[in-house]
């Protein structure tokens, strides 16, 4: 499995982004998927997790701002970041979770007050 995570970039705050993450590999529909996220100084921590059944969480920082999403058929899996705040400023990681983790190489996230 190889995850190629984009869309990162430099946004003002309320401005929005979509993460894309796609997938390689036959067991990505059997798959949970998860965005996480890391500050400069800070561990990583949960953002969003999507089930292999579609059921979502979300960190409680991000609720009603993001939203995650996956299409199968593409093997990709979407966070969509609305109402941006500079404490969103962080590398966000691509997980997929099927017997082990599986992470991918990060995209930046840059927000300007």
């Known amino acids: 499995v190889q995850l190629q995570a984009s869309g990162g970039g430099l946004v003002q705050a309320g401005g929005s982004l979509r993460l894309s993450c796609a997938a390689s590999g036959s067991i990505f529909s059997i798959s949970d998927m998860g965005w996480y996220r890391q500050a400069a100084g800070s561990q990583r921590e949960l953002v969003a997790r999507i089930t292999s059944g579609g059921s979502t969480n979300y960190a409680d920082s991000v609720k009603g701002r993001f939203t995650i999403s996956r299409d199968n058929a593409k093997k990709t899996v979407y966070l969509q970041m609305n109402s941006l705040k500079p404490e969103d400023t962080a590398v966000y990681y691509c997980?997929?979770?099927?017997?082990?983790?599986?992470w991918g190489q990060g995209t930046l996230v840059t927000v300007s007050s």
């Open positions: 997980n997929q979770q099927f017997v082990r983790d599986y």
